[in-house]
């Protein structure tokens, strides 16, 4: 993870979850075969529908906001 930066989600997230599919640390943690979707420890997932962002996992690649149709989620410096 970047230690100099954050993912960070606005409001306007409407939950689509095409940031879960593109991010590469959920598509590794996929590819494995014992996956389990519901205890994976995922680096973006959606629940209720918007997404939530897990900052330990995040390696703050900037892929998800790259491919955001809402522009929900931004890289910012901490």
């Known amino acids: 993870m970047a230690k100099d930066k954050k993912l960070v989600q606005s409001l306007n997230c409407n939950g689509c979850g095409i940031c879960v599919t593109v991010c590469p640390t959920n598509i590794k943690l996929s590819k494995a075969e014992d996956f389990d979707v519901d205890k994976a420890k995922l680096a973006i997932?959606?629940?209720?529908?918007?997404?939530?962002?897990?900052?330990?996992?995040?390696?703050?690649?900037?892929?998800?906001?790259?491919?955001?149709?809402?522009g929900?989620?931004?890289?910012?410096?901490i």
């Open 45 to 70: 997932f959606v629940t209720n529908g918007e997404a939530v962002i897990d900052s330990n996992t995040c390696i703050v690649c900037g892929i998800c906001t790259r491919n955001c149709p809402v």
């Open 72 to 77: 929900s989620l931004a890289i910012v410096p």
